[in-house]
């Protein structure tokens, strides 16, 4: 059974964020514009006024009351939607955490850009990192279609019996979330179908008037740690899940994307790097021409931030001579990329290879080829021994 | 830490407020431009009170506005109560 | 692949512009990307937009640095130190303006359409709203794309009595462009 090839539009992000949220059929809706999200609540809003999308759409005053009400929607048992970025996510911290610690299956469209510190309305992925100790699930994507596919994959994967976490989908704000590209837009029957299995499973605890619970309970010593490690456990379980539901998404619909992560031209790579969002686009050119050169280069595209996939992530690199990491963020206090700090923590299992960490793309700057020919070149030589740099700013660096 | 030469000249996202605070080269920003016709105009002022980044200069007996700063936006024009303020398009101005 | 650039000002429409490409591209069954960098989001701040296309998807998601094609909407956009940089040698440049060139502006650049876009926009759309004249000439000038499928595109975005005047001005676009070709 496969399902219908779906209409082709030429979309941004943005717009393809809500078709996806659209097809999904949510119960509630309570966005707030921010640059550069607005036009998902734009698109949303012109679905709702054209009875496409049959939500109830909450026009908040603010984030934190957008995050609120769709947790709470979420609780009452229905499906619900958002969509921030950088300061408005920063604005709904604390229901961010609540979402989670209450185990409430929210979708949110977080499209990366500078959080505050230094204002800049520009591209940046400290959002995604200043909350991945949420207890969300994370994952990051790399162009329109996949963010439409990956938004409805997310309700999929939010709302299963076995993980009931709010899953935030990333995407890299200005470079992807205003990039027009052609996106298929998947049936809206063959969207119920592909989600219809969460029909078939036990009904989640809800705020129910026939069987009333409290939720949000106080929490105490041992049954506190139990809840934690409960959360912990969905976390761990989300990674397979997460890889069952895209290739169930592939099968379906044609299209997946590797779950977890994507592994490109790494299986008989020398060294690989590995980086996230607009930029494994970019990498992937630049990996193509590298290896006409003769270079042994493989690229791993992060799709899944949180949980953090470890398991796959030491299968791709154990045997590689050296990996470096391009984040387009700071890991503070470490004063390195988030990411590269991240994986360096599997160094046990992947050996005491050199890992090179690359800060660039931070406020819109743009991760450009020759920028990822340098990360390249750079990986290459410490692959083959000699002496390298651990941490590079490239655009600040004095060769450029 | 490996960066040694720097651009910025704080620590942290500050900038000096001790000069004019019209920093920014809005001028740049036009597509039209407001041209006085000085025999029009009655010195009344109306056109400087509504400017709105306040970049009409007092002349002897006119008007002009600061096109380092006049972004274009035709307020001038409008309020002028002898219509002595005309926008023209920049591209007149270019070569 | 093709590698256009868009320069204009805010409120000129070139992200539209951009976009309406994209479209005309994709209805030829090419593949597209294409996106804006703003500084400021205002009218009359400068804006620039990129849109690439190819037989197969793409992949870069950075700025265009090497052109194959300029379109610049605002004339006064000509006096910018950095419009040619990196335009591929045998570059194009659309440009909207009531006068030709006398000399070639840059030695990459050996094919140019010049059209008054603005004027024809005012005639037409009674408001200087240079955008689709200026893919009209793109057509006509580059045949990257068919005069078809770019009057195709403005259905988008535009509707009743508004898309004819558009319609009305990508067709004196494509036919009124004068152009110019330097060894």
């Not at chain 1, 059929?25 to 640059?35: C, G, L």
């Amino acid at each position: 059974m496969k399902a219908k090839q779906g209409e082709l539009k030429v979309m941004t992000g943005n717009s393809a964020a809500a078709y996806g949220a659209m097809l999904c059929r949510p119960d509630v809706v309570a966005s707030y514009p921010i640059t550069p999200q607005t036009e998902v609540v734009e698109q949303l809003s012109r679905f709702h006024a054209d009875g496409t999308l049959e939500a109830e759409m909450i026009e908040v005053e603010g984030e934190n009351s957008a995050m609120n009400a769709v947790a709470a929607a979420t609780l009452a048992g229905g499906r619900a939607f958002t969509a921030t970025s950088s300061w408005g996510l920063v604005y709904m911290y604390d229901a961010v955490l609540q979402a989670a610690g209450f185990r409430a299956p929210v979708v949110m469209a977080n499209v990366n850009r500078e959080t505050p510190g230094i204002l800049a309305v520009s591209s940046g992925q400290q959002d995604m990192i200043q909350t991945r100790d949420t207890g969300w699930i994370q994952v990051i994507v790399e162009n329109s279609q996949e963010i439409l596919d990956t938004i409805i994959m997310a309700f999929r994967l939010a709302e299963d019996y076995d993980i009931q976490l709010p899953v935030m989908v990333n995407y890299d704000g200005f470079y992807i979330s205003y990039l027009a590209e052609g996106v298929r837009i998947p049936a809206r029957e063959d969207v119920d179908r592909f989600l219809s299995v969460l029909k078939t499973q036990p009904q989640r605890t809800i705020m129910d008037p026939t069987r009333p619970i409290g939720a949000g309970s106080h929490g105490l010593m041992t049954e506190f740690m139990e809840l934690r490690y409960r959360h912990c456990a969905a976390l761990d379980r989300a990674k397979k899940k997460f890889d069952d539901i895209d290739k169930d998404y592939g099968d379906f619909f044609g299209r997946s994307y590797g779950g977890q992560i994507e592994e490109y031209r790494t299986e008989d790579a020398d060294f690989v790097i590995l980086t996230s969002g607009s930029a494994v686009g970019t990498s992937r050119t630049v990996v193509d021409a590298k290896r006409t050169e003769g270079v042994k280069v493989g690229l791993i595209k992060l799709r899944m931030f949180r949980p953090f996939p470890q398991e796959k992530l030491i299968k791709a690199i154990k045997g590689k001579k050296a990996i470096g990491v391009i984040d387009r963020s700071v890991n503070f206090g470490w004063n390195c990329g988030p990411i590269y700090s991240e994986l360096r923590a599997l160094t046990p299992e992947i050996g005491n290879i050199p890992i090179l960490s690359f800060i660039d793309g931070l406020a819109s700057i743009d991760i450009t080829k020759p920028h990822i020919e340098r990360v390249i070149d750079d990986v290459a030589n410490a692959a083959k021994g000699k002496p390298y740099q651990a941490v590079t700013w490239i655009p600040l660096e004095e060769r450029e | 830490m490996a960066v040694k030469k720097f651009s910025t000249k704080y620590e942290a996202a500050w900038s000096d407020a001790d000069q004019l605070l019209l920093c920014l080269d809005t001028g740049t920003w036009r597509t039209k431009r407001p041209v006085v016709d000085k025999e029009k105009c009655t010195y009344c002022g109306l056109c400087a009170i509504y400017c709105p980044p306040q970049c009409m200069i007092t002349r002897p007996d006119f008007f002009e506005p600061n096109l380092n700063f006049c972004k274009g936006c035709g307020i001038c024009a409008k309020e002028c109560l002898r219509g002595a303020i005309t926008m023209r398009p920049e591209g007149d101005f270019t070569s | 692949m093709k590698e256009i650039r868009f320069h204009g000002r805010g409120g000129q429409g070139a992200v539209l512009a951009a976009r309406m490409l994209a479209i005309a591209c994709v209805a030829e069954g090419k593949c597209v990307a294409s996106f804006p960098m703003y500084g400021f989001e205002r009218r009359g701040a400068p804006v620039v937009a990129f849109t690439r296309f190819d037989d197969k998807p793409i992949m870069e998601k950075t700025q265009i640095y090497n052109p194959d094609c300029l379109v610049v909407i605002d004339p006064g956009l000509l006096k910018l130190p950095t419009l040619f940089t990196g335009l591929n040698p045998n570059g194009t440049l659309i440009l909207n303006s009531a006068k030709a060139f006398e000399k070639q502006p840059n030695e990459n650049l050996k094919l140019a359409g010049v059209v008054n876009a603005t004027q024809i926009a005012v005639e037409e759309v009674g408001r200087d709203v240079p955008n689709t004249c200026l893919l009209g000439a793109f057509a006509a000038v580059t045949a990257w794309v068919t005069l078809k499928s770019v009057q195709a595109s403005l259905s988008e975005y535009f509707s009743g009595d508004i898309l004819k005047k558009n319609l009305r001005c990508v067709e004196r676009g494509y036919n009124e462009v004068k152009v110019t070709k330097w060894q």
